[in-house]
Nanobody, 131 residues
Framework: QVQLAESGGDSVQSGGSLTLSCVVS????????MAWFRQAPENEREPVGF???????DYQDSVKGRFTISQDSAKKTTYLQMTSLEPEDTAMYYC?????????????????????????WGQGTQVTVSS
């Protein structure tokens, strides 16, 4: 049984930092292509970025230079490090993956178009940034 479990969400002040974790179980982590998404109230879900098994990453423009996705294969954990947080970053954050690894071929654009095609999702963790 595949499970993705996010943690690390919190309430922080504008300009602050947070690191979210996504622990994977029941899945061959060595070949994982992991995506991060976020959804703010009354907004559509949007991709944050993704990391491929070889460590290559890509991000949506609004978080480039502020957010970093990394992974620890031994811990089967993907991280989303967020710095210079802004109130606009307030959202529920999710990790997601798919056995076909299509996200790492199609990139952020593909994630934006067909996120629903990702088979496995975590339950989300809330990030709130106050000004």
């Amino acid at each position: 049984q595949v499970q993705l479990a996010e943690s690390g969400g919190d309430s922080v002040q504008s300009g602050g930092s947070l690191t979210l974790s996504c622990v994977v179980s029941g899945y061959p982590y060595s070949s994982v292509c992991m995506a991060w998404f976020r959804q703010a109230p009354e907004n559509e879900r949007e991709p944050v970025g993704f990391i491929d098994a070889d460590g290559s990453t890509d991000y949506q423009d609004s978080v480039k230079g502020r957010f970093t996705i990394s992974q620890d294969s031994a811990k089967k954990t993907t991280y989303l490090q967020m710095t210079s947080l802004e109130p606009e970053d307030t959202a529920m954050y999710y990790c997601a993956t798919d056995p076909t690894r299509w996200a790492c071929y199609e990139g952020v654009g593909g994630l934006r178009r067909r996120a629903d095609s990702l088979r496995y999702w975590g339950q989300g963790t809330q990030v709130t940034v106050s000004s």
